[in-house]
């Protein structure tokens, strides 16, 4: 079993900036991947970011290239998610994954809501 527990999130203006963490424990083995996911009241869950533990490419949503930012400290298996430039519709309760793949994610977080106000 893999565990995964976030942090960061809060209420900022518009225009602010947040830093999520995602903290991993357990069974890593067979997770190479780690994601930043978000859901909006009324909304099915969207990709935000994705790196790899290995070789530490990156994947972002059309919607935050160039605002956010995902990276990793293997060190201390935390992965974050640099939020910069926030705009009202970033309001959502933000989940991080951990998977065999970017694509593909076994292992789910709480969850932790960022608030963006106009």
């Known amino acids: 079993q893999v565990q995964l527990v976030e942090s960061g999130g809060g209420l900022v203006q518009a225009g602010g900036s947040l830093r999520l963490s995602c903290a991993v424990s357990?069974?890593?083995?067979?997770?190479?991947?780690m994601g930043w996911f978000r859901q909006a009241p009324g909304k099915e869950r969207e990709f935000v970011a994705a790196i790899n533990w290995s070789g530490g490419r990156l994947y972002y949503a059309d919607s935050v290239k160039g605002r956010f930012t995902i990276s990793r400290d293997n060190a201390k298996n935390t992965v974050y998610l640099q939020m910069n430039s926030l705009k009202p519709e970033d309001t959502a309760v933000y989940y991080c994954g951990a998977g065999r793949t970017v694509w593909k994610y076994d292992y789910w977080g709480q969850g932790t809501q960022v608030t963006v106000s106009s």
């Open positions: 357990g069974r890593t083995s067979n997770t190479d991947a």
